[in-house]
């Protein structure tokens, strides 16, 4: 020892007995030459067996070859080994798990080689090993979550969140194995647009939640029936769809049927007992390349049938059916086109005064020069203009048409500058706030009396809203036109607003005059609407008077206009004007 101040070394000594693993110092052989307390402890051998014997001694067979074949020469070369799994015998017999660890220091002048070893214990090991086990496993596990987010993702995207069903997106995700072309085999791909009837009431009483359990009820219902070798998906709302490949037509309604005899059983919802039904179109793909969408379209177009024949049934979609909304928007295109390019037409039918037998005036009636279904009469457009509000250019058009016409002939002195126009307003164009500055305009323009212009409303227009419609009478008669209240009969006015209605025809309706002399009930209402108009010191015209018989009773029971096939049909204005020369007329 020199004086050289170095660590204690009862100290060094204390801290490699008390070190907490076995440690060891061999010779390059492996012959122990030192051994601390804890690997004396740990193995039940003594400190002198151990000393002097070989560390590959305390080991099995098989870890004494890897020690001495492996280690060993790894050492010499390296000048470490580490964390080698060996077993160590111990004093018992029983084998005791470790990791070895070592490194070697090469002889010097002083020292010959030594070779230090550290083991721990397996226990210590399996500790280790535990962790990593467990860091490993949480790592794999983080993983597997990331994974299954990411697929819950994607599912989501797929999948309508309530019912767990594909949407949209994921019916054509999961159709990939289905039939392409809408074929296989002798098998059709069909769709079958289920939608719940009522489905709103349910919702707005009973509230959301109840209507979002209803709705996985149903899904469930759907997919315990229809599921298998079909796909169920939820489109929106409450609306389903079935797709499948079908032998035909009969086994997808077929499968309609049963849907709807599953949803018609009643369902507990939050304690209460609900009774749905569903209406459900079905189409079945033909031969030539269908898509789903094509589908979707069909059977959602017979699906609407199935609602408006009465809900909780089928309807088959036809392939040869037309989609009537699809029809209606092309027409609507045809007739705004129409309009403005100028295919309308006014045809004008005479109005006779039955006490003289001369025509008072002509109704202007409008038809439609469809560039290839031909000459169309009213009953083909004029609804759909009503409903989409075209009517309002129509009428305004007809309206300016006929003034254009009565100024012509009232030029000319041909027909009598006395003629009467009757032209026909739509309930839409009463409430129009345009109307009366329109017809007021329209009489300037062309410098016509407004006494010549009468304008017809219906009965059933003007009793929509009698309130509103006297308002804007009122405002037309100011203007001094005719009014005249059209298909009389077939609404339900009241004598009360007849009288307050700034009036001055009453036109009875066609289908009473058809039963004159033939049907009594018939005569008896032509009879009594006569003297109502009469009553309230109106005229009455009789429409659609097609026998003389007819004129004859209407002379009798004192009518005083009529009109109808037995004078003449709606003309042209130039065949009209050839009648009226021909009749004596003006
Ligand atoms: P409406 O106002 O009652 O017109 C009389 C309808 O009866 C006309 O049909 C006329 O052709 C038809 N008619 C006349 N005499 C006879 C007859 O003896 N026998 C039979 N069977 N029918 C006869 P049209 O022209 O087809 O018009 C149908 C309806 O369309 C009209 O009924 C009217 O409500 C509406 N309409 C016609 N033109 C216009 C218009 O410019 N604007 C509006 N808003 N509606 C119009
Ligand atoms: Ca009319
Ligand atoms: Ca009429």
Redesign the pocket.
């Known amino acids: 020892m020199t004086d050289t101040p170095g660590p204690d070394p009862a100290h060094l000594e204390a801290l490699f007995n008390q070190a907490p693993c076995g440690y060891l110092v061999t010779d390059d052989g492996g012959r122990i030459t030192a051994v601390n307390d804890t690997f004396v402890n740990w193995t039940g051998h003594s400190r002198s067996d151990l000393l002097g014997s070989t560390l590959q001694s305390l080991m099995p067979v098989g870890d004494q070859i890897l020690y001495s074949t492996h280690c060993i020469p790894q050492l010499g070369i390296t000048g470490a080994v580490s964390e080698i799994a060996v077993e160590i015998i111990g004093a018992d017999g029983q084998r005791r798990a470790a990791l070895l660890s070592a490194s070697r220091s090469p002889a010097s002048d002083e020292e010959p080689a030594a070779v230090r070893v550290v083991i721990f214990s397996a226990h210590e090991r399996r500790m280790y090993e535990k962790e990593l086990v467990a860091a490993l496993r949480a790592a794999e596990e983080a993983e597997a979550r990331r994974a299954e987010a990411e697929k819950e993702l994607h599912r989501l995207a797929l999948h309508d969140a309530l019912t767990g069903l594909p949407n949209r997106a994921g019916l054509n995700v999961g159709l990939d194995q289905l039939p392409a072309g809408g074929t296989a085999g002798t098998r059709r791909l069909a769709v079958l647009f289920v939608d719940l009837d009522h489905f709103k009431a349910v919702n707005d009483s009973l509230g959301h939640a109840a209507g979002d359990e209803l709705l996985i009820s149903v899904a469930q219902r759907l997919t315990s029936l229809a599921a298998g070798s079909n796909s169920v998906a939820r489109l929106s709302g409450d609306e389903f769809v079935v797709v499948g490949a079908f032998a035909g037509p009969t086994e997808a309604t077929a499968l309609a049927a049963g849907l709807l005899e599953v949803l018609r059983t009643p369902m507990q919802i939050e304690g209460l007992e609900i009774v749905t039904s569903a209406s459900i179109g079905v189409a079945v793909a033909e031969d030539g390349g269908e898509t789903l969408e094509d589908l979707i379209r069909r059977a959602d177009i017979a699906m609407y049938r199935a609602k408006e024949l009465g809900r909780s049934r089928w309807e088959l979609h036809e392939p040869a059916e037309t989609d009537p909304t699809v029809d209606r928007l092309r027409a609507l295109g045809e007739l705004r086109r129409g309009i403005r390019e100028g295919a309308l037409r006014v045809h004008y039918?005479p109005q006779i005064d039955l006490r003289t037998g001369r025509t008072r005036g002509v109704?202007?009636?409008?038809r439609w020069q469809h560039p290839t279904r031909g000459l169309l009469?009213?009953?083909e457009f004029?609804t759909m203009a009503e409903e989409s509000g075209l009517?309002r250019p129509l009428?305004a058009w007809?309206l300016g048409e006929t003034l254009k016409q009565a100024d012509n002939w009232r030029r000319q002195g041909r027909p009598s500058s006395a003629l009467e126009f009757a032209?026909?307003?739509?309930a839409r164009q009463l409430n129009d706030p345009e109307l009366v500055p329109m017809v007021e305009a329209g009489l300037r323009l062309r410098g016509i009396d407004p006494a010549l212009l009468l304008l017809?409303i219906?009965e059933t227009a003007l009793m929509a809203d009698p309130a509103a419609a006297l308002a804007s009478l009122t405002a037309l008669k100011n203007l001094g036109v005719g009014l005249a209240v059209?298909?009389f009969g077939t609404g339900y006015s009241s004598l009360t607003y007849l009288k307050k209605f700034p009036i001055d025809e009453l036109k009875i309706d066609?289908s009473f005059i058809n039963g004159l002399g033939s049907d009594s009930g018939d005569s008896a209402i032509v009879g009594s609407c006569i003297d109502l108009a009469h009553a309230v010191g109106i005229r009455a015209v009789a429409?659609?008077?097609?026998t003389s018989g007819q004129v004859h009773m209407l002379k009798a029971m004192g009518c005083d206009l009529a009109?109808?096939?037995?004078f003449a049909r709606?003309l042209p204005a130039g065949l009209l004007k050839e009648w009226l020369d021909a009749n004596g007329g003006g």
């Open positions: 039918q109704e202007a009636l409008v009469p009213p009953s004029i009517v009428g007809v032209v026909n307003l739509s017809e219906t059209d298909d066609r429409e659609g008077v097609e009109q109808g096939y037995h709606p």
